[in-house]
């Protein structure tokens, strides 16, 4: 049985008590009135009906009076839990996030709470009364509306609004009845735009990846067809394509190595190993073991350190992992001959890492998507040089999960700048 009903049950029952009170009473005391002789030898000028008549008067106005404080108990004890429920229903509609509306049955708008008007994009209580299509206008919307109308089921429906900037919503639209009018429908609005990106993102990588993964894979298949056609017979084009099969399929296992890597950060499943980490000390033990490759590169290393430590939380693997990065892209993009300078900057409570190249240089408005996955700005030429166009996604993501930042400074034909901004360690 529903609360309500029984709390009007309740003060039925107890008005029927009242008056069964009330009744019982009166007919006691006319009982005692005719039958008994009250107070014997209590005569005076009035005589004691006169007092009995006075006495059942006060005793049912008290139980009148008392009867009556009970139901204004009660009817208040209502009135105070009709408005607790009314306010607490209030508090729901303004607070919540998804956007709620009611239309009467002729598509006018009742009522709608501040997450509709924001969702819509519309002013404060500017829409009561309007048409519903005047506000969404779109043909699923309108179909879902009559719908909903027809059938009295629930409909769900995503429309994309434009204005003032790219919106998508899934509304969720049901009937209700109300007493003493036709009813209409309620309109629940999700703003679902974040979600609809998210999975753009994820189809674009997908499709990325297996466009990455094609590219080696068909030189692999192609090259190995050609050398069962009998390219193998010859000798010199055979070690020529079976070179090429090798360098594919090392390209093939870094790219799936990023990517696994990449998962693992993006998914902070990357156990950081945190510590404290002096950048100086790391620049000097890393960049030893890059002389060779320098060398042959034709290149030449600058290191400009501070005189005193800078000591950043974090994990050493993981922070000697960025600076390997950001020095074989300088040492990709650089022609024989350039200089690559590496810099170790204290800040107040800062320390920046930079690793500045004379290299080709990055046009402006590439800059801001380097750090994205798979971005290249030559795509070709990048590929060519082994590159898996993930590493500067990784060098990002492992700066961040250090609580740190990624920029980058270029100026095309003279060279490049890639810092990393981390956190000093608080003495
Ligand atoms: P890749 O593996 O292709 O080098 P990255 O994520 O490391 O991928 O870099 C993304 C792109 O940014 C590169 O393909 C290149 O076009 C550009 N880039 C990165 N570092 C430099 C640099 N020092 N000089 C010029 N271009 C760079």
Not at 230 to 234: N, Y
Not at 370 to 378: A, G
Not at 386 to 389: I, N, P
């Given at each position: 049985m529903r609360p309500g009903l029984n709390r009007f049950l309740a003060i039925n029952c107890l008005l029927a008590v009242t008056v069964f009170a009330f009744s019982f009473a009166g007919l006691t005391l006319l009982f005692i009135m005719g039958s008994v002789d009250f107070?014997?030898?209590?005569?005076?000028?009035?005589?004691h009906r006169f007092w009995l008549k006075l006495m059942l008067a006060l005793g049912l106005a008290i139980l009148s009076a008392f009867a009556i404080s009970q139901i204004q108990q009660v009817w208040r004890g209502e009135l105070d839990k009709a408005y607790a429920a009314k306010s607490r229903f209030e508090a729901v509609l303004e607070h919540i996030v998804s956007g709620v509306m009611l239309i009467d049955t002729k598509r006018r708008v009742l009522f709608l709470n501040p997450a509709a008007e924001r969702l819509l994009n519309?002013?404060?209580?500017?829409?009561?009364?309007?048409?519903i299509s005047e506000i969404i206008c779109t043909d699923d919307f309108a179909a879902a509306i009559t719908a909903a109308l027809q059938t009295g089921e629930l409909q769900e429906v995503e429309s994309t609004l434009f204005c003032p900037e790219k919106k998508n919503l899934r509304s969720y639209i049901s009937s209700f009845v109300e007493r003493g009018s036709a009813g209409g429908l309620v309109i629940v609005f999700h703003d679902i735009t974040e979600l609809k990106r998210l999975e753009q993102m994820r189809t674009e990588f997908v499709a990325s990846v297996s466009h990455e993964l094609r590219t080696p894979l068909t030189a692999v298949r192609g090259f190995t067809e050609t050398l069962l056609e009998?390219?193998?017979?010859?000798q010199a084009k055979a070690e020529h394509f079976l070179k090429i099969i090798a360098d594919e399929t090392r390209r093939l296992s870094a790219l799936i190595d990023d990517l696994m890597d990449l998962s693992r950060l993006e998914l902070k499943r990357a156990n950081l190993n945190v510590g404290p980490v002096d950048l100086t000390h790391l620049v000097t033990e890393t960049l030893v073991g890059l002389k060779p490759r320098l060398d042959k590169a034709g290149l030449v290393l600058v290191v400009d350190l501070p005189e005193a430590t800078a000591q950043v939380s974090g994990d050493r693997d993981r922070l000697r992992q960025v600076l390997l990065n950001l020095v074989d892209n300088a040492i990709k993009y650089t022609p024989s001959g350039g200089k690559i300078t590496v810099r170790v900057i204290r800040l107040t409570e800062k320390a920046r890492l930079e690793v500045t190249d004379t290299g080709r240089g990055i046009p402006t408005q590439e800059l801001a998507r380097?750090?994205?996955?798979?971005?290249?700005?030559?795509k070709a030429r990048t590929r060519s040089q082994?590159?898996?166009?993930l590493g500067l996604a990784i060098v990002k993501h492992i700066v961040e999960l250090h609580g740190g930042h990624v920029g980058a400074q270029s100026e095309p034909g003279k060279g490049t700048t890639i810092s990393v901004t981390l956190p000093l360690v608080k003495r």
């Open positions: 107070l014997p030898g209590f005569e005076t000028a009035l005589g519309l002013p404060a209580g500017s829409v009561v009364g309007r048409d009998g390219a193998m017979m010859d380097i750090f994205e996955r798979f971005y290249r700005v030559d082994g590159g898996t166009g």
